[in-house]
């Protein structure tokens, strides 16, 4: 069974303060992130894609860095987009809303021109992201005292 919903770019500050929410909920409530390190300077240029229930309840978010905040993040490559914070609510797991997320960043990737997408995933979501066509590569490495690793598939 799914869930019916949209996915969109965020397109307003009302969608923007949704990702936000969805985020602090996943990450610093349920993940124990400290907040002050899951908001970042990159917010403010990035792409924000947010999934949303048919009564307009936000389900889930990511983001897209792309240009220098993205080479800066995978070696360089200003032709590799970030794929970064993405997070569903508990309601919406296991229901497809990852995957859609996952896809509307990879098309504002190719919107931009990017040729790749990178991400940083934890390693329990390896197998999400594998399923989905990325392939892990270079040696764990903490974040936000979590194991990652390097992720990236071509577009």
């Known amino acids: 069974m799914s869930t019916p919903c949209v996915v969109r770019v965020a397109r307003d500050a009302a969608d923007r303060e949704a990702c936000f929410a969805v985020r602090k909920d996943v990450f610093v409530a349920e993940q124990g992130v400290p907040e002050d390190i899951e908001y970042d300077a990159h917010d403010a240029g990035a792409v924000h894609v947010l999934a949303v229930a048919e009564d307009g309840t936000p389900l889930g978010t990511g983001r897209l860095l792309h240009g220098p905040a993205a ?9 590799v987009g970030s794929l970064g914070r993405l997070a569903v609510t508990r309601r919406a797991r296991g229901l497809g809303v990852g995957a859609a997320l996952v ?3 990879e098309e504002a990737a190719r919107e931009q021109g990017l040729t790749a997408v990178d991400l940083h995933a934890q390693t329990h979501a390896l197998g999400f992201y594998e399923r989905l066509g990325y392939e892990a590569y270079g040696p764990e490495f903490p974040d936000a005292g979590m194991p990652h690793r390097a992720m990236r598939r071509a577009l």
Do not use: I
């Open 103 to 105: 896809r509307a960043v």
């Open 71 to 79: 080479a800066a993040k995978n070696g360089g490559d200003r032709a």
